[in-house]
């Protein structure tokens, strides 16, 4: 029996009667009493369990970035003269069910179990992304984009079940570090995509590719239900091993959660906050603001990053005065008998390694062996799809190849930012709560991304080093801004409050590849400079935004910029 009574008063007291196996001899074992054939299998599946999940959400995050990678893979192959349009729907429609999502994911997640939910959200993605690859092998857009929507069900849901399932996991026992290991791993995924994607789509075919992240998610599928299987036959174990390493400390939490339960079904009010969204701080909405226009140069950019660097650097268009010495014939290929070079007007060979080959203006080849003639009187590079072999093997076999390199290598440069997120993330939320100045982080993470969207737009520098800040920019922001949310509204109301964020997050992740697009169309389908500059923009009001984070974070005590409780204490 536990006396639920204040010291002031007695009313409304009541007894709890708590269930027999809560006050169990194997639950409230002595110390001494602990059983060592136990202890090793929690560690070895302690450590199985975070493995099988940073692979599924490896899995996850390869096939979420497959269009960014495959970019012009696929606007060669979908040859569509609304392509930009339709391509950032991809993500559009990606986000959009996660403008509600996030305050529905946590419940079931709770009411299911963390395990099931991985798998349940797992499957969702396994059947978005089939919908997409088949979609795409027969060039439908309706099916396309009804993937993406799929996936996106289960792409953002699953973080909440794989975060909640560490938790249950790792509480007391590497947390941190298993959160740490867990989202760097992870989203590595993007990186493995942007190298191999591309790869794969010019060594056999775009479809293929995607196909690729297909079978992954089906491994993220089959490994999902084997962590429900350990978690399902091991939580007794680990809840046998937490009680003997201290079982007050079990028991605490046990008796106060009966409690809580029975109050509620006897119609008392659970201890919980229900705080209305009008009741957060001016410093959450601050920073919900925040989120949003900086995670809008960050996350969105990444989409279409591979058309910047083919537009910018890799792949730029041809001087106009060059033009083929033949113009009406094939540049390069089993058709052409006869060299055909690119020349300038005086006649000499135009060179470099960084432009497009140049492409007949005009075609007319006779078909053979019962294939169509071809006939088109003003060539351009959207008529070209170098996934057949009339272009990439008998008609400009040049263009089709300097594309594939080019491809290839905007995917090592576009993974740049993740991969120094990928290793910084880890070590940096550990620093920042020794260090504070979490408001300062926000704003120099902000101003960092001025540099590196302005220096992309307006000069011809190489791109790696504007990356390279974008990457440092992403790693420092992630690091202070989740953290600081805990500290600017109440413990119970966190859940909610991320809820909320998240929602917002999404609601510019949404809309932000429409503006995209339409940037790009009304620019005569051109990205530089008028697409960066609108993500130099964003980046100019997640600054202000950030000075506004400083300001008030002052007026309210310096809860942001200040030194973690926590870390005071590991100092001493």
């Not at 799929?150 to 947390?175: D, M, N, P, Q, R």
């Not at 775009?206 to 089959?222: D, E, R, S």
Request: net charge negative; proline share 5%.
């Amino acid at each position: 029996m536990v006396n639920n009574c204040s010291k002031e008063g007695s009313e409304g007291c009541e007894e709890h009667q708590l269930p027999d196996e809560i006050l169990s001899e194997d639950v409230l074992r002595p110390t001494g009493a602990e059983d060592p054939v136990q202890r090793e299998p929690s560690m070895y599946f302690r450590w199985l369990v975070l493995f099988a999940t940073c692979l599924v959400m490896t899995c996850v995050y390869y096939s979420l970035d497959i269009p960014a990678a495959l970019h012009q893979n696929l606007k060669n192959y979908m040859n569509d003269s609304a392509f930009e349009l339709r391509f950032n729907l991809l993500y559009t429609l990606y986000s959009f069910p996660n403008v509600i999502l996030p305050f529905f994911g946590g419940y079931f997640t709770d009411k299911m179990g963390a395990s099931y939910c991985l798998m349940i959200f797992a499957a969702f993605c396994f059947l978005g992304q089939l919908i997409f690859a088949a979609g795409t092998a027969y060039r439908n857009w309706t099916f396309m984009l009804l993937g993406r929507a799929v996936y996106g069900i289960g792409g953002e849901s699953i973080c909440v079940a794989y975060s909640t399932l560490l938790t249950e996991w790792f509480a007391g026992k590497e947390l941190a570090f298993s959160f740490g290991i867990a989202l760097a791993i992870s989203r590595l995924g993007s990186v493995f995509n942007n190298l191999a994607s591309p790869v794969i789509a010019n060594s056999f075919s775009t479809p293929w590719a995607l196909w690729a992240g297909v079978a992954l998610n089906f491994m993220a599928v089959v490994v999902a239900a084997g962590i429900k299987n350990v978690d399902a036959q091991h939580s007794s174990i680990s809840l046998a091993m937490d009680a003997s390493d201290n079982p007050s400390d079990l028991a605490q939490p046990l008796l106060l959660q009966q409690i809580e339960h029975e109050g509620t079904n006897r119609g008392g009010q659970r201890p919980v906050s229900r705080m209305g969204f009008r009741q957060f701080s001016p410093m959450f909405w601050l920073l919900s603001a925040s989120c949003l226009t900086v995670y809008a140069c960050i996350l969105p950019w990444n989409n279409v990053a591979s058309g910047i660097l083919l537009e910018r650097d890799l792949f730029q268009a041809p001087p106009a005065e060059c033009h083929l010495t033949f113009p009406d014939q094939c540049s390069a290929g089993n058709l052409l008998n006869f060299s055909n070079p690119a020349i300038d007007a005086n006649g000499n060979t135009c060179s470099g390694s960084n432009f497009a080959p140049v492409l007949p203006s005009s075609l007319n080849v006779s078909g053979m062996d019962g294939k169509p003639d071809i006939l088109i009187d003003h060539l351009s590079a959207a008529d070209v799809d170098c996934d057949k072999p009339f272009w990439s093997e008998d008609c400009v076999k040049d263009y089709c190849q300097a594309l594939g390199k080019a491809s290839e290598s905007a995917g090592r440069v576009m993974s740049i930012p993740y991969s120094i997120s990928a290793c910084l993330s880890p070590f940096l939320g550990g620093v920042v709560d020794r260090i504070g100045h979490r408001a300062t982080i926000t704003f120099v993470a902000s101003f960092l991304l001025i540099g590196v969207h302005s220096t992309m737009a307006f000069t011809t520098f190489r791109p790696a080093i504007p990356l390279i800040g974008q990457g440092l920019a992403y790693a420092l922001y992630s690091s202070v801004l989740w953290p600081s949310i805990t500290l600017t509204v109440p413990q119970r109301s966190t859940g909610v409050a991320f809820g909320v964020i998240t929602s917002i997050q999404n609601i510019g992740l949404t809309l932000v590849p429409m503006a995209i697009a339409s940037i790009y169309t009304s620019s005569g389908h051109c990205y530089i400079p008028y697409v960066e500059l609108f993500f130099t923009c964003c980046a100019v009001s997640g600054a202000m935004l950030g000075i506004g984070v400083n300001f008030l974070d002052q007026l309210t005590g310096n809860k942001l910029n200040g030194i973690s409780v926590q870390s005071r204490a590991a100092d001493r």
